[in-house]
Structure formats: C-alpha cells, structure tokens
C-alpha cells in the first residue's frame, strides 16, 4: 500500500523537460518581439502621422492666407495700378530695378522670381508675392471727395489735399491712399491730418512714397492741380478721390521662415513700425509661384518680357494687370528626422487661386 502511495506521489510530481522549456521560451521572445516590433511600428507611424499633420497645417495656413489675399488682389482698386516714384517698388520688395528713370506702376499682383537664399534649400532662390487692394471697410465703404489741393506756408514740399467738410474725419496717419482723377491714380502716405477735412503729404515718409510739391519731372508731386494752360502735366485734376488700401507681400527669409509683410496703415504704432513682418509658417525650403495670364498662357515672372529675365530693358511690370490666376507651391520640412526613412520629412502643398478682380474697377 505504501509503494502505491510513493508510486502516485512521483507521477505527480513530474516536470517540463529541458527542451521543452528552452521551446516555450522561444516561442515567449517570438511572441513578446513580435508584439514589440508591432507597438514600435504604431509608434512611428503615429509619430509620423503627428508629424504630417503639423506640418500640413503649417503650410495650409499660410496657403489660406495668401489665397485669401489673391482672391482680394485689385478689389476696387485700379485695375492699371497706382503711380509711385521711380523705384520704389524694387527698393521695398526686392526684386530688379527697372533701367528707366520713369515712375513705377504698382500694380494689384506684384512677383520676383528666384529672389532669395534659404539656408534649408542653398542650391535654390524663392519667389516674392504681393497683393494690393482697396480697404472697403473704410470710411464706411465710402471714398473721401477730393476738391483741390494746396501748398503747405512753411513746408513747400507738402501737398495739402482738400476734401469736402469732414469727410477726411476717419482718415489717419500713415494711412496709404490711392487718389483717382480722370488724370491720374496716385499712392500715397498720410503724413498728418490738421482738420477733418485735410490731409497732408509730405515727402520723408516711413515707406518713401510721397513725393515733394516742389520737385521736377518724374520727381515732383503728381498731387500738385493742374491749372491749363501753364500746368497740364505731371499733376492731377480736381475733382477726385481717396482710397484707403492695402499692400501685401510674401517672402522668405533666410532661416526659412514664410512672412507676410504689410506696407503701412498701422496707425499709432510710430513711423519705424510701417513695415511689419508677421511671420506665417516656419520650415519652407522652397516657395515658388507660376502665373496664368488672361490668354491662358503661364509664365514664372509677366514682366520679365521676351528675354525672360527681370531687370532687362524689355521689362514689362503692367503685365501683372493680366494675371487671371496665381498658382503657389509651398515646400515645407519637417523639424524631426522619420525613424524609417533616416531623414526629414519633407510636404509639398500646391494652391491655384483666381484673381477675378484684375479685371475691373468697382467702387
């Protein structure tokens, strides 16, 4: 009876082998690896979705905001453009000088091509972009009349522009001003404003548009009045009116960062803060723009003329007027390396926008 009892306490007694516990311990690492690479696998992936969708809205918000201002580009402006002085438009955005000594057009779609270094694309240059439009919350979507303008006693290089009464009452300083005659459509500055129904242009204004009263030729004041027979050129006739607009661009800078720059109209802010850079995604390697004129043709620069290359004596900068849409490719980097591929992830995002407004005045 005893025997029995040890007989059945050994077989219960009884054991894994060796072999079999070397291949439950195999099949544990397959098992536990598997399920580590898999996890690992989720963690890149989520991490690179993560990384995508930063990236994505980087460069979506900033294709919105230039998209928003294409769609406003010529908005009851002047679908010719507005006369500034000789060269102040290649002093302020960057892009070739014109060889003439005539005034320039600044006209609703301003662009250069392959303008500037980014330290994240060296062996490439980005484009410029930039939008003006009328401010049709101003002054209650009203333009300022315009009945004469006057020398300033003591300040003979000031134009002195003339409206009926109060109707200048929401005008401001460093305002920018688009005056329409049936002679001439000028942009200005605001440089001070005595009455409501006054405002004052004085050259040496924070962005140097104005020009002086007293001046000759292709320097003086086209604000000046006409007054037949003496004076018919190089002035303007009264009546006329007052637009308050917008000038826009976009560019990048060197660290690759996607600024929108804005020209003026930030009153109270003082003359050194007239040109202000808002910055709007970061990471851009490259940032290109292609333009669709009105006979369907494309082309990476409309004034660039036959030769193809800006700053050449057949530029012809009144051809942005033709711009019926503007297609904008935007390159950006990722901060991160991917796990996977061993470098940075890079997203090209692409936007096609109308320009329906270049091709009438409204308001």
Same mark, same amino acid.
């Given at each position: 009876?005893?025997?029995?009892?040890?007989?059945?306490?050994?077989?219960?007694?009884?054991?894994?082998?060796?072999?079999?516990?070397?291949?439950?311990?195999?099949?544990?690492?397959?098992?536990?690896? /598997?399920?580590?690479?898999?996890?690992?696998?989720?963690?890149?992936?989520?991490?690179?979705?993560?990384?995508?969708?930063?990236?994505?809205?980087?460069?979506?918000?900033?294709?919105?905001?230039?998209?928003?201002?294409?769609?406003?580009?010529?908005?009851?402006?002047?679908?010719?453009?507005?006369?500034?002085?000789?060269?102040?438009?290649?002093?302020?955005? @960057?892009?070739?000088?014109?060889?003439?000594?005539?005034?320039?057009?600044?006209?609703?779609?301003?662009?250069?091509?392959?303008?500037?270094?980014?330290?994240?694309?060296?062996? =490439?240059?980005?484009?410029?972009?930039?939008?003006?439009?009328?401010?049709?919350?101003?002054?209650?979507?009203?333009?300022?009349?315009?009945?004469?303008?006057? @020398?300033?006693?003591?300040?003979?290089?000031?134009?002195?522009?003339?409206?009926?009464?109060?109707?200048?009452?929401?005008?401001?300083?460093?305002?920018?001003?688009?005056?329409?005659?049936?002679?001439?459509?000028?942009?200005?500055?605001?440089?001070?404003?005595?009455?409501?129904?006054?405002?004052?242009? /004085?050259?040496?204004?924070?962005?140097?548009?104005?020009?002086?009263?007293?001046?000759?030729?292709?320097?003086?004041?086209?604000?000046?009045?006409?007054?037949?027979?003496?004076? /018919?050129?190089?002035?303007?006739?009264?009546?006329?009116?007052?637009?308050?607009?917008?000038?826009?661009?976009?560019?990048?800078?060197?660290?690759?960062?996607?600024?929108?720059?804005?020209?003026?109209?930030?009153?109270?802010?003082?003359?050194?803060?007239?040109?202000?850079?808002?910055?709007?995604?970061?990471?851009?390697?490259?940032?290109?723009?292609?333009?669709?004129?009105?006979? @369907?043709?494309? /082309?990476?620069?409309?004034?660039?003329?036959?030769?193809?290359? =800006?700053?050449?004596?057949?530029?012809?900068?009144?051809?942005?007027?033709?711009?019926?849409?503007?297609?904008?490719?935007?390159?950006?980097?990722?901060?991160?390396?991917?796990?996977?591929?061993?470098?940075?992830?890079?997203?090209?995002?692409?936007?096609?926008?109308?320009?329906?407004?270049?091709?009438?005045?409204?308001?």
């Amino acid at each position: 009876m005893k025997k029995k009892i040890l007989n059945s306490r050994s077989s219960s007694e009884s054991g894994f082998s060796l072999v079999e516990t070397i291949v439950a311990m195999i099949i544990f690492m397959i098992v536990t690896g /598997t399920i580590y690479g898999m996890l690992q696998i989720g963690l890149i992936d989520r991490n690179r979705a993560s990384r995508h969708s930063d990236v994505l809205k980087n460069a979506r918000a900033a294709m919105h905001l230039i998209g928003r201002d294409a769609l406003n580009a010529g908005l009851s402006y002047n679908k010719n453009g507005a006369i500034v002085p000789d060269d102040f438009i290649s002093d302020k955005l @960057g892009i070739p000088d014109d060889l003439d000594d005539e005034r320039d057009i600044l006209t609703s779609v301003i662009g250069g091509n392959n303008l500037f270094f980014d330290i994240l694309n060296p062996e =490439a240059r980005t484009d410029l972009l930039a939008f003006a439009y009328r401010d049709t919350d101003f002054n209650a979507g009203d333009v300022i009349s315009l009945n004469n303008a006057t @020398g300033v006693t003591g300040a003979i290089s000031t134009v002195r522009l003339q409206s009926a009464q109060n109707e200048a009452r929401n005008a401001k300083t460093f305002d920018l001003y688009l005056v329409e005659s049936d002679s001439s459509q000028v942009a200005v500055m605001a440089t001070a404003l005595l009455t409501q129904s006054a405002i004052d242009i /004085t050259p040496g204004d924070p962005l140097g548009i104005n020009q002086p009263l007293d001046g000759s030729g292709a320097g003086a004041s086209l604000l000046r009045k006409c007054a037949p027979p003496a004076l /018919t050129e190089n002035c303007t006739t009264y009546v006329a009116s007052v637009k308050r607009f917008f000038w826009i661009a976009y560019k990048v800078n060197s660290d690759g960062t996607l600024v929108r720059i804005t020209f003026g109209n930030n009153t109270g802010a003082g003359a050194a803060a007239q040109i202000q850079e808002m910055p709007v995604a970061y990471n851009i390697e490259d940032f290109q723009v292609k333009y669709i004129l009105e006979d @369907g043709s494309t /082309t990476e620069n409309p004034a660039a003329g036959a030769d193809g290359v =800006a700053g050449t004596a057949d530029d012809q900068p009144s051809k942005f007027n033709l711009v019926r849409q503007i297609a904008v490719t935007i390159k950006v980097q990722a901060n991160e390396t991917d796990e996977q591929l061993g470098e940075l992830e890079k997203i090209t995002l692409n936007g096609t926008f109308s320009t329906r407004n270049l091709e009438y005045d409204a308001g």
